[in-house]
């Protein structure tokens, strides 16, 4: 079978478009360099980053023609390298996307420049005090009537904004968001076009930049902490789609509620989470080349005693691999149903595509983590070195579960939508009970949907009940309630992925590739139940005898997909040519010669 066939179902759209970023990543400007400066790092993921704007790969203009295609060019650029990805999805989507999105036609003149880079930008949300809490943050833009200007302030050190990409090195402008004074009166947060280096890159008056130095991972990321005094910009650069000053300074907006009009400015934080959660697949792809490959040509110790037996043939190596790999289909599955949701939404949507947008993040980057870290392990010392990637792309997820949202914060976030919705009845589930006697795949979905419907209903009872006997909304939710409000985010987003694999089963017309998607969807399943056994057996979906049943059924269909484990890696088409781990291709040859732990001699 031609693997194309079932890519054609992970990467189910804008396939030209990947095709040709794809190809064009033979340029050996994308090829890693390890032993090299911190700025030389900057300055390449720049360079990279360049390129691939030059060539069309990503647009701000997607978001109006064609917004898929901006979480393509995300999945292709992270099977590449983290750090020009981020400046790619900080450029593109949050400073890109704020403007075209937020502003009106006066702002459209710098949009070109955005395409091109001559127009650099960062996001200015994020503050040292206030991150989740971003609402309440200290950062002012003061309206001048006398100038017809807004003053930017910076008043106290936990108002500087913190953790900006982009902001140390290259960045000309910054969207800040910040409280809003007009005539003394607090009108809540809008945004601000804010220029914070001159044509030459000098920093403009009254911007203080700040360089955050040595990540843990994606070093070539320029972060900042910038602080604001006096600064002052044109009334014209509110960001005034929502809300604008009129002639007389006053505040016009249609929408009256402070937070309302909070959320609405956040917004293309929505389309941050799918791209973080697209870029981070793209890694998670590249992880899971690297180690299948290495696992199917290292030879060790056979029943003969000799080194003839690939290290993918033992069981230890499968249960640790092949769980991940299946996981990582029903992920792509349901990150490419959410994109298409939110691509399309109309408002009377949006309370179900923020839920959406918000489960997928971090089950996308989790993931991502774990491939990450466990492939590293499992391909042992050669797994260490920087040269085989997979320590790099550590760094890159754990930078995804914090990006664009906490992880578990935007978990709580899924699961308090939740509740709401189906305390109000606007969501029902409707799910028979019945006793499980059988393990077949229908079981398991009944199994996966039923922790859901449980989680809810338990979370709502309990929440009533403790609300009821004079508890605090704050001490129940915060402190007392966490670990159920978590399982149920996480069921959520599990169940919706499953549907989705399940859908693509039922739709392929191809009998063979129908019969591996069989395969490896019970194997999903399968995961998804017995990787919570103490649940399903504490609460009697199943005895004792049938979770021993669970984990030797998943131990047996792990192994007939390792069977295909060559065919589902290629499927995942990370090609030849971005695949720079040497363990991933001759690594015999690559060690034959002293090549300092190097890729490529030349530096640009």
């Not at 754990?398 to 919705?421: F, I, P, R, Y």
């Not at 979370?459 to 966490?482: C, H, I, N, R, Y």
Request: charged share 25%.
């Amino acid at each position: 079978m031609d693997p194309q066939l079932l890519n054609r179902l992970l990467e189910d759209d804008n396939r030209e478009k990947r095709q040709a970023f794809k190809n064009y990543a033979k340029d050996p400007i994308f090829i890693p360099r390890y032993d090299v400066s911190l700025r030389y790092e900057r300055e390449i993921a720049l360079e990279r980053l360049k390129r691939v704007a030059d060539n069309g790969f990503i647009s701000v203009f997607d978001f109006e023609r064609n917004p898929l295609n901006v979480f393509a060019a995300h999945e292709v650029a992270g099977m590449i390298d983290g750090s020009f990805t981020t400046k790619m999805t900080v450029q593109f989507n949050l400073f890109g996307g704020t403007v075209i999105k937020l502003g009106t036609e006066r702002h459209r003149k710098i949009l070109r420049d955005i395409d091109s880079l001559k127009a650099v930008g960062c996001f200015g949300l994020t503050e040292l005090g206030y991150g989740n809490n971003a609402v309440e943050m200290e950062t002012t833009a003061t309206f001048d009537p006398k100038t017809k200007e807004w003053i930017i302030n910076t008043p106290t050190t936990l108002a500087c904004k913190y953790w900006i990409t982009n902001g140390s090195i290259h960045s000309k402008w910054i969207v800040v968001f910040a409280q809003t004074i007009i005539g003394g009166k607090n009108e809540g947060i809008h945004v601000f076009l804010v220029r914070m280096r001159n044509e030459d890159m000098s920093v403009c008056p009254g911007v203080r930049i700040d360089e955050m130095g040595y990540k843990l991972g994606c070093n070539g990321v320029d972060n900042a902490k910038i602080f604001f005094k006096n600064v002052r910009i044109p009334a014209e650069n509110i960001l005034n789609k929502h809300a604008d000053v009129d002639e007389n300074g006053r505040l016009v907006s249609r929408i009256q509620n402070r937070r309302a009009r909070f959320l609405v400015v956040a917004d293309q934080l929505l389309a941050g989470r799918l791209c973080i959660a697209a870029m981070s697949l793209g890694g998670t792809k590249k992880c899971l080349t690297v180690a299948f490959r290495y696992a199917a040509s290292r030879l060790t110790v056979g029943p003969t005693g000799k080194s003839d037996t690939p290290i993918l043939d033992y069981q230890l190596q499968q249960n640790a691999l092949i769980p991940l790999l299946v996981r990582t289909y029903g992920l792509n599955f349901g990150l490419n149903y959410i994109k298409k949701r939110w691509s399309k939404y109309s408002e009377q949507e949006h309370t179900e595509i923020v839920r959406l947008c918000c489960v997928i993040k971090p089950l996308v980057t989790w993931n991502f983590e774990r491939v990450a870290s466990i492939t590293r392990e499992r391909c042992g010392g050669q797994g260490y070195l920087s040269a085989n990637e997979l320590g790099s792309n550590i760094g890159f997820a754990h930078a995804g579960m914090t990006a664009e949202g906490d992880n578990s914060v935007l978990m709580q976030k899924v699961a308090k939508e939740l509740l709401g919705d189906f305390d109000a009845k606007r969501i029902k589930y409707t799910l028979e009970s019945k006793k499980v006697t059988d393990l077949d795949l229908a079981s398991l979905v009944y199994l996966v949907k039923a922790k859901e419907v449980f989680l809810i209903n338990l979370l709502s009872k309990t929440m009533k009940s403790k609300l009821g006997g004079g508890a605090g909304l704050f001490d129940v939710w915060m402190k007392q309630e966490s670990d159920t409000i978590q399982a149920l985010a996480k069921a959520f987003g599990e169940r919706i992925c499953l549907e989705q694999f399940l859908i693509i089963v039922e739709k392929e017309t191809n009998q063979e590739l129908k019969k591996l998607l069989q395969l490896v969807v019970h194997c999903f399943a399968l995961g998804l139940v017995s990787g919570d056994l103490a649940f399903f057996g504490a609460n009697e979906f199943l005895t004792a005898q049938q979770s021993r049943q669970v984990l030797d059924l998943h131990r047996k269909i792990i192994k007939d997909v390792a069977a295909h484990a060559s065919f589902l890696i290629r499927a995942l088409d990370v090609k030849e040519w971005m695949i720079f781990a040497p363990i991933a291709k001759d690594w015999a040859e690559y060690n034959a010669h002293d090549n300092q732990g190097e890729l490529i001699k030349a530096r640009i």
